[in-house]
C-alpha cells in the first residue's frame, strides 16, 4: 500500500510494536509507557492533546499474534498517524491477573488452543474497550450446535441437519438408527451420503459416509498434517461414542469456498480443493496450502454480512458450500485472516484503522477525519491478438472396459415374490428395480427358502425351475457382500402371464398373474477400464489453451520456475482448473460402470490421487437426471420392437444375401455393413458355425476343469474357470432356440465373451477364439448399430427416443456459455501469478452406455446438421464414420466452442463450434483395417501464427510462476499411453528431427492457410497427439527434469497397450468431423431435432430444464437487488460494542468494489469480492 495514497495515515516507516513484537523480547509495561502511550486514562495538559494515541491491544496466543499475517496487517495498522499497537505477551495473558495487563482503547482478542477466554472477558468488564470481536459470543463458536442454532435464526441457509446428543440427562435427544445405507437420528433420516461432525468446533475429525453404491466406506477429515487432510477408510459404521451433528452432504464438485470478513461490509473469499475429494493438500512452494480468490454473489455477500453481524465478529471466518444453485454455509471459525494477499493487508489494515478511529477519535478528541477515497477501477479483462478462445468443451462418452454383461429370464408366481413386489412399490409402475443390499438380501433369502422346501418337499407347489432359483442363488451370493454397482433385479408385472418365447421358458401357457424376474449382473468395470479412463482423462488435458505447451517455451530453466504443472502437456487444464477459471461438470448414467469411468476420468483430467469413491461421489452427478443418460433397455419403442423383428426374419434365412438382402439391410450403403455381410455370406450357416464353436469352447473348458492342474487356476479379474463355463453354456443353451432356430438377441452377448476372453484370457490358449472372435463380430456389426434402426428414418426416431434429453442439455450448455453465470470465478483484482484472470472455460462430461453413443452419432449423421452433396469436410466425415465399425469402449463425441474477440458479438463468426470423435479403445486384430480420418484439425489453430500478443488470453502457459504452483508433479508415464496409426503429416513423421528443437515448443498448432476443406491438414491431433498419438514425450523432452529420456518414438508407436496394466488397448485419436461451423448453425439444427420430438418427450425436456437451471446459480444483478444492503441501525448500549454502530451512509468505506465490472449500489455496501 503506497503512502501518497493513504490519507490520514502517517509517514513513518517503521511500525510501533510496543510489547511482544517480531524481533523483540517480551516484557510487562510499567506505569511509564501506560502513561505515554494511554494519555487519556490520566490528566494531561492541553498541549499534549495532538500527541495522544489510540491503543490497539492485541490479547492471543503468540503463535496468532507473531503470525504472518497479523505481523503485515499490524504493520500497516501503525501507519495510522494516531494509532499504536500493544502486543499482549503470552505468560502475561496465561500468568498474571487481569488487574496487570497492560491497558488499551480497543482490544483485538480471540480464542485459540490454550486461550483463558474467561480472563479476557473480565479484562473487558474491567476495562470497557472498544471491542473489534466480541469475547462472550466465542464460547458459542466453540460448539457446533449454537453455531448452527444462530445461523437458523438468521435465516442462513445451511445443510439439512440433526443433532445427535449422548447426554443421560437427556436421553430423547440419543435415537440413533443406523441402516446400511442411512442413519435415522431423532426421527430425521440421512442416506449416504452424510456428514458426521463432532460438535465440539475445536475437534476437526469429520467423517463423510459414503454410499456401497459408490463402493461404500468413508472419508475421515482432520487438521492439516503435512500434505494430507483427509484419508479413506473401508469403515462405514458411524461412531458410537461421542455427540455429533448429521448433516446432507453438498455436492459442492470439489470445491471448497473460504469467507473472510471485516466488519458487515466487506468480504474477501477464496476457493480451494475440498479436503475430502483425495485428502493431498496442494502447496506452493513456500508449503502454504494453496487457495485462490473468488468472486461472491450479491446474495452471498449479504449472507456475509448477516454471518459477521450475527456472531458480533467485525473480522470472522466461515465456509461455504456452493452445491445445487444454492450457497450454504456449514461452518464458522470465528476470528482468521487470509493469508498471502497483500491486497487483503492492505484493505484489512485501512477498514480496521478506519473503524477504530471513527469510534474512538471523537471521545480522545483526536482531530481526525474519515479519509474519502478515489474508488478502484473496475478491471474488466479484454484479449488482444486474433487467436479464438476456447469457451467451452462438451463430450459424451462411453464406460471403459468392462466383464460381460449377464442376464437370467424367469417368471415367478410364489406369493413371496408378489409380498416382495407389493412391499417396494412395485404396483404402482409394474416395475421394479432392486438394487440396494438389502433388497437383494431379500430376493436371496426367498430363493433359499424355495430351494430348502423343493429339498424337503419334491412335490411342493412351487413353479420356479430349481435349475434357475439355484442360478438366482448363486449369482447374489458371489463376492460375498452385495453392491448396487455389480448386480441387480428387475421386477416386472404379467398380468397375463408370460408367453412362451424361447427355449427358456415352460412349455404350459399360463394365464395367471405372474411376475417376470430378470437377474443382470456382470458388467463391472475392469481394471483396464479404469485404467482406460484414467488416461483418457489425462490426454484430455491436451484440447485446453496450454495443454500442449511445455515449459521451456517461456524460457525457463526448470519445471519450478512454472509451477509443477509445467513440463507436461495438459498443464494449460489443471492451471485453469486450479485457479478456478474452469467450471467443471460430469455426469453419469446410474450404471456402476459408467460412474466409475466418469470418476477414473476424472482422477487422470484433475490429477487427482487415491481411491475413486470420494471422487465419484463429490464429482460425479447421476441422481434425478430424468432420463438424460439412462435408458429402459427393456421399454423399447414400436419402431425399435418392428426394427428388431425385421432383422430377426432377415437373419434367419438360410441361403446367401442377395442384392435384396443388401438393400434391405444396409439402406444407407455403409461401407462397415456391407462388409460385414460379405464375410457372413448365409446368416443361417454362419449362427450354425458360431454355435459349433461356441459347443467346442464349452468342451475345452470342462477339459481344463478335469485337469488337476487347473484347479486353482486364476482368470482376468478374479474370474474362476467354473464362472467362465456357466458364462458360455448359458450363451449355448440360449442361442439355439428349441425350435431350431437362432436367438440373433444373443449376438452381443457372444461378441462380447469371446471380445473379453481374447483379450484378457487369451493366456488359457483356447482353440478357435478368433475365428469366433471373427466371425461373431461379423454378425454383431450388423445386429448392434442396426439395432438402432435401419433405414434414416428409422435411425433418427430411435435416436429421439433415447438421447433427446442429452441433445436439449447440449444445447443449453453451449447457449450459457457467453452469458455471465455465477460458479467459482477468479476474482482478477486479488490474483496474483495469473496473467488472464478473464478466461473462463466451461466444460460438460457426459458418461453412458453404447445406446445413447449411438444414438447422438445418428442425430448428427442423419438429422441434416450439413448437405453431403455441398460440403467437402462433411462428406469426407460420412465416409469415414461409415467405415467404422464399432463404437467400442471409451468412444468419445465431442463438440468444442470458440470465441473469436475480433468478430462483432452479433456477427454470426463471433462463435465456432467443432465437432470431434473417436471410435474409442482399439479392437483386436483392429490394426490392419481401421478407417483413416483426417486427423484432429481444430481450426481455431490455423490463426495461431497471427498471434503477436504473449499476453493473448489464449496463451495459458504464460501465468506468472506464482507461489501458488503445486508442489508435487503428476505422475506421466513414459510410453505414450494412447497410440495413432502412423499417418502423413502427422508429428510421427516430424518428430525424428524435431525432438530436440526448441522451436517444436511454440508450435502448438501447424501454421495453414484456409485451404480447400477436402485438404486442410492434421493439427493439434497430430501435433499433441491427437489427443493420443506418440508424440507426447516430444513435450516432456523440452523441459529440464530428471525424469528417464522416454524411448524413440518409433518404437513407441509399435508398443499396444498402458505401461504398467498388461492387456490394455490403446485408444484411438480424435478425428475431426467438422471445424468451421457457427454456433447459430448448429443452435439452429438442435432447436429443430428438439421440436420434432414426441410430445411426450417435450413435457420431460421441460423437467429436465428445470433440473438443470438449478444446478447453475443464476448471475444476479446487483444494481436491481431489491434486498436492502444494510441492516437497521440499533440502540446503542453502555457497554462499548462495534455490534451497534454503523458507519453513516456519506462515509467511504475503505473496501475495492464488489464486481470487476458492476457499480456500486451504496458506497456504504463494498466487497472485495463476488
Not at 473 to 489: A, C, P
Not at 626 to 640: F, H
Given at each position: 500500500?503506497?503512502?501518497?495514497?493513504?490519507?490520514?495515515?502517517?509517514?513513518?516507516?517503521?511500525?510501533?510494536?510496543?510489547?511482544?513484537?517480531?524481533?523483540?523480547?517480551?516484557?510487562?509495561?510499567?506505569?511509564?509507557?501506560?502513561?505515554?502511550?494511554?494519555?487519556?486514562?490520566?490528566?494531561?495538559?492541553?498541549?499534549?492533546?495532538?500527541?495522544?494515541?489510540?491503543?490497539?491491544?492485541?490479547?492471543?496466543?503468540?503463535?496468532?499474534?507473531?503470525?504472518?499475517?497479523?505481523?503485515?496487517?499490524?504493520?500497516?495498522?501503525?501507519?495510522?498517524?494516531?494509532?499504536?499497537?500493544?502486543?499482549?505477551?503470552?505468560?502475561?495473558?496465561?500468568?498474571?491477573?487481569?488487574?496487570?495487563?497492560?491497558?488499551?482503547?480497543?482490544?483485538?482478542?480471540?480464542?485459540?488452543?490454550?486461550?483463558?477466554?474467561?480472563?479476557?472477558?473480565?479484562?473487558?468488564?474491567?476495562?470497557?474497550?472498544?471491542?473489534?470481536?466480541?469475547?462472550?459470543?466465542?464460547?458459542?463458536?466453540?460448539?457446533?450446535?449454537?453455531?448452527?442454532?444462530?445461523?437458523?435464526?438468521?435465516?442462513?441457509?445451511?445443510?439439512?441437519?440433526?443433532?445427535?446428543?449422548?447426554?443421560?440427562?437427556?436421553?430423547?435427544?440419543?435415537?440413533?438408527?443406523?441402516?446400511?445405507?442411512?442413519?435415522?437420528?431423532?426421527?430425521?433420516?440421512?442416506?449416504?451420503?452424510?456428514?458426521?461432525?463432532?460438535?465440539?468446533?475445536?475437534?476437526?475429525?469429520?467423517?463423510?459416509?459414503?454410499?456401497?453404491?459408490?463402493?461404500?466406506?468413508?472419508?475421515?477429515?482432520?487438521?492439516?498434517?503435512?500434505?494430507?487432510?483427509?484419508?479413506?477408510?473401508?469403515?462405514?459404521?458411524?461412531?458410537?461414542?461421542?455427540?455429533?451433528?448429521?448433516?446432507?452432504?453438498?455436492?459442492?464438485?470439489?470445491?471448497?469456498?473460504?469467507?473472510?470478513?471485516?466488519?458487515?461490509?466487506?468480504?474477501?473469499?477464496?476457493?480451494?480443493?475440498?479436503?475430502?475429494?483425495?485428502?493431498?493438500?496442494?502447496?506452493?512452494?513456500?508449503?502454504?496450502?494453496?487457495?485462490?480468490?473468488?468472486?461472491?454473489?450479491?446474495?452471498?455477500?449479504?449472507?456475509?454480512?448477516?454471518?459477521?453481524?450475527?456472531?458480533?465478529?467485525?473480522?470472522?471466518?466461515?465456509?461455504?458450500?456452493?452445491?445445487?444453485?444454492?450457497?450454504?454455509?456449514?461452518?464458522?471459525?470465528?476470528?482468521?485472516?487470509?493469508?498471502?494477499?497483500?491486497?487483503?493487508?492492505?484493505?484489512?489494515?485501512?477498514?480496521?484503522?478506519?473503524?477504530?478511529?471513527?469510534?474512538?477519535?471523537?471521545?480522545?478528541?483526536?482531530?481526525?477525519?474519515?479519509?474519502?477515497?478515489?474508488?478502484?477501477?473496475?478491471?474488466?479483462?479484454?484479449?488482444?491478438?486474433?487467436?479464438?478462445?476456447?469457451?467451452?468443451?462438451?463430450?459424451?462418452?462411453?464406460?471403459?472396459?468392462?466383464?460381460?454383461?449377464?442376464?437370467?429370464?424367469?417368471?415367478?408366481?410364489?406369493?413371496?415374490?408378489?409380498?416382495?413386489?407389493?412391499?417396494?412399490?412395485?404396483?404402482?409402475?409394474?416395475?421394479?428395480?432392486?438394487?440396494?443390499?438389502?433388497?437383494?438380501?431379500?430376493?436371496?433369502?426367498?430363493?433359499?427358502?424355495?430351494?430348502?422346501?423343493?429339498?424337503?418337499?419334491?412335490?411342493?407347489?412351487?413353479?420356479?425351475?430349481?435349475?434357475?432359483?439355484?442360478?438366482?442363488?448363486?449369482?447374489?451370493e458371489m463376492y460375498g457382500h452385495f453392491s448396487g454397482i455389480n448386480r441387480k433385479v428387475q421386477l416386472t408385472y404379467l398380468p397375463n402371464g408370460q408367453p412362451k418365447a424361447s427355449s427358456e421358458e415352460e412349455d404350459a401357457l399360463k394365464e395367471d398373474p405372474s411376475l417376470l424376474l430378470v437377474l443382470k449382473w456382470g458388467g463391472e468395470l475392469t481394471p483396464a477400464g479404469r485404467v482406460q479412463a484414467e488416461e483418457l482423462g489425462r490426454a484430455?488435458?491436451?484440447?485446453?489453451?496450454?495443454?500442449?505447451?511445455?515449459?521451456?517455451?517461456?524460457?525457463?530453466?526448470?519445471?519450478?520456475?512454472?509451477?509443477?504443472?509445467?513440463?507436461?502437456?495438459?498443464?494449460?487444464?489443471?492451471?485453469?482448473?486450479?485457479?478456478?477459471?474452469?467450471?467443471?461438470?460430469?455426469?453419469?448414467?446410474?450404471?456402476?460402470?459408467?460412474?466409475?469411468?466418469?470418476?477414473?476420468?476424472?482422477?487422470?483430467?484433475?490429477?487427482?490421487?487415491?481411491?475413486?469413491?470420494?471422487?465419484?461421489?463429490?464429482?460425479?452427478?447421476?441422481?434425478?437426471?430424468?432420463?438424460?443418460?439412462?435408458?429402459?433397455?427393456?421399454?423399447?419403442?414400436?419402431?425399435?420392437?418392428?426394427?428388431?423383428?425385421?432383422?430377426?426374419?432377415?437373419?434367419?434365412?438360410?441361403?446367401?444375401?442377395?442384392?435384396?438382402?443388401?438393400?434391405?439391410?444396409?439402406?444407407?450403403?455403409?461401407?462397415?455393413?456391407?462388409?460385414?455381410?460379405?464375410?457372413?455370406?448365409?446368416?443361417?450357416?454362419?449362427?450354425?458355425?458360431?454355435?459349433?464353436?461356441?459347443?467346442?469352447?464349452?468342451?475345452?473348458?470342462?477339459?481344463?476343469?478335469?485337469?488337476?492342474?487347473?484347479?486353482?487356476?486364476?482368470?482376468?479379474?478374479?474370474?474362476?474357470?467354473?464362472?467362465?463355463?456357466?458364462?458360455?453354456?448359458?450363451?449355448?443353451?440360449?442361442?439355439?432356440?428349441?425350435?431350431?432356430?437362432?436367438?440373433?438377441?444373443?449376438?452381443?452377448?457372444?461378441?462380447?465373451?469371446?471380445?473379453?476372453?481374447?483379450?484378457?484370457?487369451?493366456?488359457?490358449?483356447?482353440?478357435?477364439?478368433?475365428?469366433?472372435?471373427?466371425?461373431?463380430?461379423?454378425?454383431?456389426?450388423?445386429?448392434?448399430?442396426?439395432?438402432?434402426?435401419?433405414?434414416?428414418?428409422?435411425?433418427?426416431?430411435?435416436?429421439?427416443?433415447?438421447?433427446?434429453?442429452?441433445?436439449?442439455?447440449?444445447?443449453?450448455?453451449?447457449?450459457?456459455?457467453?452469458?455471465?453465470?455465477?460458479?467459482?470465478?477468479?476474482?482478477?483484482?486479488?490474483?496474483?501469478?495469473?496473467?488472464?484472470?478473464?478466461?473462463?472455460?466451461?466444460?460438460?462430461?457426459?458418461?453412458?452406455?453404447?445406446?445413447?453413443?449411438?444414438?447422438?452419432?445418428?442425430?448428427?449423421?442423419?438429422?441434416?446438421?450439413?448437405?453431403?452433396?455441398?460440403?467437402?469436410?462433411?462428406?469426407?466425415?460420412?465416409?469415414?464414420?461409415?467405415?467404422?465399425?464399432?463404437?467400442?469402449?471409451?468412444?468419445?463425441?465431442?463438440?468444442?466452442?470458440?470465441?473469436?474477440?475480433?468478430?462483432?458479438?452479433?456477427?454470426?463468426?463471433?462463435?465456432?463450434?467443432?465437432?470431434?470423435?473417436?471410435?474409442?479403445?482399439?479392437?483386436?486384430?483392429?490394426?490392419?483395417?481401421?478407417?483413416?480420418?483426417?486427423?484432429?484439425?481444430?481450426?481455431?489453430?490455423?490463426?495461431?501464427?497471427?498471434?503477436?500478443?504473449?499476453?493473448?488470453?489464449?496463451?495459458?502457459?504464460?501465468?506468472?510462476?506464482?507461489?501458488?504452483?503445486?508442489?508435487?508433479?503428476?505422475?506421466?508415464?513414459?510410453?505414450?499411453?494412447?497410440?495413432?496409426?502412423?499417418?502423413?503429416?502427422?508429428?510421427?513423421?516430424?518428430?525424428?528431427?524435431?525432438?530436440?528443437?526448441?522451436?517444436?515448443?511454440?508450435?502448438?498448432?501447424?501454421?495453414?492457410?484456409?485451404?480447400?476443406?477436402?485438404?486442410?491438414?492434421?493439427?493439434?491431433?497430430?501435433?499433441?497427439?491427437?489427443?493420443?498419438?506418440?508424440?507426447?514425450?516430444?513435450?516432456?523432452?523440452?523441459?529440464?527434469?530428471?525424469?528417464?529420456?522416454?524411448?524413440?518414438?518409433?518404437?513407441?508407436?509399435?508398443?499396444?497397450?498402458?505401461?504398467?496394466?498388461?492387456?490394455?488397448?490403446?485408444?484411438?485419436?480424435?478425428?475431426?468431423?467438422?471445424?468451421?461451423?457457427?454456433?447459430?448453425?448448429?443452435?439452429?439444427?438442435?432447436?429443430?431435432?428438439?421440436?420434432?420430438?414426441?410430445?411426450?418427450?417435450?413435457?420431460?425436456?421441460?423437467?429436465?430444464?428445470?433440473?438443470?437451471?438449478?444446478?447453475?446459480?443464476?448471475?444476479?444483478?446487483?444494481?436491481?437487488?431489491?434486498?436492502?444492503?444494510?441492516?437497521?441501525?440499533?440502540?446503542?448500549?453502555?457497554?462499548?460494542?462495534?455490534?451497534?454502530?454503523?458507519?453513516?451512509?456519506?462515509?467511504?468505506?475503505?473496501?475495492?468494489?464488489?464486481?470487476?465490472?458492476?457499480?456500486?449500489?451504496?458506497?456504504?455496501?463494498?466487497?472485495?469480492?463476488?
Amino acid at each position: 500500500m503506497s503512502k501518497s495514497s493513504e490519507q490520514g495515515m502517517c509517514n513513518s516507516e517503521l511500525p510501533r510494536f510496543l510489547i511482544g513484537s517480531e524481533g523483540e523480547e517480551s516484557r510487562e509495561l510499567d506505569e511509564t509507557d501506560m502513561r505515554n502511550f494511554s494519555g487519556h486514562y490520566g490528566e494531561e495538559d492541553d498541549e499534549d492533546q495532538s500527541e495522544r494515541q489510540v491503543v490497539v491491544g492485541i490479547c492471543s496466543m503468540m503463535k496468532k499474534s507473531k503470525s504472518k499475517p497479523m505481523t503485515e496487517i499490524l504493520e500497516r495498522l501503525c501507519k495510522f498517524e494516531y494509532i499504536t499497537v500493544v502486543i499482549f505477551p503470552e505468560e502475561v495473558i496465561l500468568n498474571e491477573p487481569v488487574e496487570k495487563w497492560p491497558l488499551c482503547d480497543c482490544l483485538i482478542s480471540f480464542h485459540s488452543k490454550g486461550f483463558p477466554l474467561d480472563k479476557a472477558v473480565s479484562y473487558a468488564k474491567l476495562r470497557n474497550p472498544l471491542l473489534i470481536n466480541d469475547l462472550n459470543m466465542q464460547y458459542f463458536i466453540q460448539d457446533r450446535r449454537e453455531v448452527y442454532r444462530i445461523l437458523q435464526e438468521e435465516g442462513i441457509d445451511l445443510p439439512r441437519y440433526a443433532v445427535l446428543n449422548r447426554d443421560p440427562d437427556r436421553p430423547e435427544e440419543c435415537n440413533l438408527v443406523e441402516s446400511e445405507d442411512h442413519v435415522e437420528v431423532n426421527g430425521e433420516v440421512f442416506h449416504k451420503p452424510f456428514v458426521e461432525k463432532p460438535v465440539s468446533a475445536e475437534d476437526h475429525n469429520v467423517y463423510i459416509y459414503y454410499p456401497t453404491s459408490a463402493g461404500g466406506g468413508s472419508q475421515r477429515l482432520f487438521r492439516k498434517i503435512g500434505s494430507r487432510s483427509s484419508v479413506y477408510s473401508p469403515e462405514s459404521t458411524v461412531r458410537k461414542t461421542g455427540s455429533y451433528i448429521y448433516e446432507e452432504f453438498m455436492p459442492t464438485d470439489g470445491t471448497d469456498v473460504k469467507v473472510y470478513t471485516v466488519g458487515p461490509d466487506y468480504a474477501h473469499a477464496e476457493a480451494r480443493k475440498s479436503p475430502a475429494l483425495d485428502g493431498k493438500v496442494e502447496r506452493d512452494s513456500e508449503g502454504k496450502e494453496i487457495r485462490y480468490p473468488v468472486m461472491l454473489t450479491a446474495m452471498e455477500k449479504l449472507v456475509a454480512r448477516k454471518v459477521c453481524l450475527a456472531f458480533k465478529q467485525t473480522v470472522c471466518g466461515f465456509d461455504l458450500l456452493r452445491a445445487n444453485g444454492h450457497s450454504f454455509v456449514c461452518d464458522v471459525n470465528g476470528f482468521s485472516f487470509v493469508k498471502n494477499s497483500m491486497k487483503y493487508y492492505d484493505d484489512c489494515a485501512k477498514v480496521l484503522g478506519n473503524m477504530v478511529m471513527r469510534e474512538l477519535a471523537p471521545q480522545l478528541h483526536i482531530p481526525w477525519s474519515i479519509p474519502m477515497e478515489a474508488e478502484d477501477i473496475p478491471i474488466v479483462p479484454t484479449t488482444s491478438g486474433t487467436m479464438m478462445e476456447l469457451r467451452c468443451v462438451i463430450a459424451v462418452i462411453r464406460h471403459g472396459d468392462r466383464t460381460p454383461k449377464q442376464k437370467m429370464k424367469m417368471e415367478v408366481r410364489n406369493a413371496l415374490f408378489f409380498e416382495l413386489f407389493e412391499k417396494y412399490g412395485g404396483y404402482k409402475s409394474g416395475k421394479l428395480k432392486l438394487k440396494k443390499p438389502k433388497q437383494l438380501q431379500e430376493v436371496l433369502d426367498i430363493a433359499r427358502q424355495l430351494l430348502a422346501e423343493l429339498v424337503l418337499h419334491n412335490d411342493c407347489e412351487i413353479e420356479e425351475k430349481k435349475s434357475k432359483l439355484e442360478q438366482l442363488k448363486t449369482v447374489l451370493e458371489m463376492y460375498g457382500h452385495f453392491s448396487g454397482i455389480n448386480r441387480k433385479v428387475q421386477l416386472t408385472y404379467l398380468p397375463n402371464g408370460q408367453p412362451k418365447a424361447s427355449s427358456e421358458e415352460e412349455d404350459a401357457l399360463k394365464e395367471d398373474p405372474s411376475l417376470l424376474l430378470v437377474l443382470k449382473w456382470g458388467g463391472e468395470l475392469t481394471p483396464a477400464g479404469r485404467v482406460q479412463a484414467e488416461e483418457l482423462g489425462r490426454a484430455f488435458r491436451c484440447m485446453y489453451p496450454g495443454g500442449q505447451d511445455s515449459c521451456r517455451s517461456l524460457g525457463c530453466e526448470s519445471p519450478i520456475d512454472c509451477g509443477d504443472y509445467a513440463g507436461f502437456p495438459g498443464c494449460g487444464l489443471l492451471r485453469l482448473h486450479s485457479t478456478y477459471r474452469h467450471d467443471l461438470k460430469i455426469y453419469a448414467s446410474d450404471e456402476g460402470r459408467v460412474q466409475m469411468t466418469a470418476a477414473a476420468f476424472a482422477k487422470g483430467l484433475l490429477a487427482l490421487e487415491g481411491e475413486l469413491t470420494p471422487i465419484l461421489v463429490q464429482m460425479v452427478k447421476s441422481a434425478n437426471m430424468n432420463g438424460l443418460l439412462d435408458s429402459d433397455s427393456d421399454s423399447l419403442t414400436d419402431c425399435q420392437q418392428r426394427v428388431k423383428a425385421r432383422l430377426h426374419e432377415i437373419m434367419q434365412k438360410n441361403k446367401d444375401f442377395n442384392e435384396e438382402d443388401y438393400s434391405k439391410l444396409a439402406p444407407t450403403s455403409s461401407p462397415s455393413l456391407v462388409n460385414s455381410m460379405g464375410v457372413i455370406v448365409n446368416p443361417v450357416s454362419t449362427c450354425d458355425r458360431v454355435h459349433t464353436l461356441i459347443k467346442s469352447l464349452t468342451c475345452q473348458i470342462c477339459k481344463r476343469l478335469e485337469d488337476p492342474k487347473s484347479a486353482d487356476l486364476q482368470l482376468y479379474h478374479s474370474e474362476t474357470l467354473e464362472l467362465m463355463l456357466q458364462r458360455w453354456s448359458k450363451l449355448e443353451r440360449d442361442f439355439r432356440m428349441k425350435n431350431g432356430r437362432y436367438d440373433i438377441s444373443k449376438i452381443p452377448d457372444i461378441y462380447d465373451c469371446v471380445k473379453y476372453d481374447t483379450q484378457h484370457n487369451s493366456s488359457l490358449g483356447l482353440e478357435d477364439t478368433l475365428e469366433l472372435f471373427r466371425l461373431s463380430r461379423a454378425l454383431a456389426d450388423i445386429i448392434i448399430p442396426q439395432e438402432y434402426g435401419i433405414t434414416r428414418a428409422e435411425k433418427l426416431d430411435i435416436a429421439s427416443a433415447y438421447c433427446l434429453p442429452l441433445v436439449k442439455k447440449i444445447q443449453l450448455d453451449l447457449q450459457r456459455t457467453h452469458e455471465d453465470e455465477a460458479v467459482n470465478k477468479l476474482h482478477p483484482l486479488y490474483s496474483r501469478g495469473v496473467m488472464s484472470p478473464g478466461r473462463h472455460v466451461r466444460t460438460r462430461l457426459y458418461f453412458t452406455s453404447e445406446s445413447h453413443v449411438h444414438s447422438l452419432l445418428n442425430i448428427f449423421r442423419y438429422g441434416g446438421l450439413l448437405d453431403e452433396q455441398k460440403d467437402e469436410q462433411w462428406k469426407q466425415a460420412m465416409d469415414y464414420l461409415s467405415a467404422v465399425t464399432e463404437l467400442n469402449y471409451m468412444t468419445q463425441i465431442v463438440i468444442m466452442l470458440y470465441e473469436d474477440n475480433n468478430k462483432d458479438p452479433s456477427s454470426e463468426e463471433r462463435f465456432h463450434v467443432e465437432l470431434h470423435f473417436s471410435p474409442g479403445v482399439k479392437g483386436c486384430k483392429d490394426e490392419d483395417n481401421a478407417p483413416m480420418g483426417f486427423g484432429f484439425r481444430p481450426a481455431s489453430s490455423e490463426n495461431h501464427e497471427k498471434q503477436t500478443d504473449p499476453g493473448s488470453l489464449e496463451d495459458l502457459s504464460q501465468d506468472e510462476p506464482d507461489r501458488a504452483a503445486l508442489t508435487e508433479p503428476v505422475s506421466i508415464q513414459r510410453k505414450s499411453p494412447l497410440i495413432r496409426s502412423r499417418k502423413a503429416g502427422s508429428m510421427e513423421a516430424l518428430s525424428e528431427s524435431n525432438t530436440s528443437s526448441r522451436g517444436l515448443a511454440y508450435r502448438i498448432f501447424p501454421s495453414s492457410s484456409r485451404q480447400s476443406p477436402e485438404i486442410k491438414p492434421s493439427g493439434l491431433g497430430a501435433q499433441c497427439a491427437g489427443l493420443f498419438s506418440a508424440s507426447f514425450p516430444n513435450l516432456r523432452d523440452l523441459a529440464r527434469v530428471p525424469r528417464k529420456k522416454p524411448s524413440s518414438l518409433r518404437n513407441l508407436s509399435s508398443q499396444t497397450g498402458f505401461e504398467g496394466c498388461s492387456l490394455v488397448p490403446s485408444i484411438y485419436p480424435l478425428e475431426t468431423l467438422h471445424n468451421s461451423l457457427s454456433l447459430k448453425q448448429v443452435d439452429e439444427f438442435l432447436t429443430t431435432l428438439c421440436k420434432n420430438g414426441s410430445e411426450t418427450q417435450f413435457k420431460r425436456l421441460k423437467s429436465l430444464s428445470a433440473m438443470f437451471e438449478s444446478h447453475s446459480q443464476p448471475s444476479i444483478d446487483v444494481d436491481n437487488q431489491d434486498t436492502p444492503v444494510s441492516t437497521p441501525v440499533r440502540n446503542q448500549p453502555t457497554s462499548q460494542s462495534l455490534w451497534y454502530v454503523s458507519a453513516p451512509p456519506s462515509t467511504g468505506s475503505s473496501a475495492g468494489p464488489s464486481s470487476p465490472s458492476v457499480p456500486e449500489p451504496s458506497s456504504n455496501f463494498r466487497f472485495n469480492s463476488e
